[in-house]
């Protein structure tokens, strides 16, 4: 079971910077997506950025050139660093991960996907709260 552990939330400044991390644990199967999305209690949960299999970033509109996905596979750890941080980035964030399978050349076999419903595994997520 595919077990995904978030930290470094905590409350800042606008302007200022914070990095999330997540340490997964419990890989059965040898490619997977992970990203972070965010929630503000009572919407859905929506995608911010996403490190595929394949070692390529994706992010929303709203935090290209702020935000920088990053992975670490020798610690099995995904990032987010944040910068440049904003009252509207005041949400909980989550990790999350999903299997990608290959096709018979050894490609992925799905698109890369923001969407939280194609998601598998989650985090308990981190608070970030940004004051002005």
């Known amino acids: 079971q595919v077990q995904l552990v978030e930290a470094g939330g905590g409350s800042v400044q606008a302007g200022g910077s914070l990095r999330l991390s997540c340490v997964a644990s419990?890989?059965?199967?040898?490619?997977?997506?992970m990203g972070w999305f965010r929630q503000v209690q009572g919407k859905e949960r929506e995608g911010v950025a996403v490190?595929?299999?394949?070692?390529?970033?994706t992010y929303a509109y709203s935090v290209k050139g702020r935000f920088t996905i990053s992975k670490d596979n020798a610690k099995n750890t995904l990032y987010l660093h944040m910068n440049s941080l904003k009252p509207g980035n005041t949400d909980m964030y989550y990790c999350?991960?999903?299997?990608?399978?290959?096709?018979?050349?050894?490609?992925?076999?799905?698109?890369?996907?923001?969407?939280?419903?194609?998601?598998?595994?989650w985090g308990q997520g981190t608070q970030v709260t940004v004051s002005s």
């Open positions: 419990g890989y059965t199967y040898s490619r997977y997506d």
């Open positions: 999350a991960a999903r299997q990608i399978d290959s096709d018979y050349t050894g490609r992925r076999a799905a698109i890369v996907s923001m969407s939280p419903n194609d998601y598998t595994y």
């Open positions: 490190f595929d299999s394949d070692g390529s970033a």
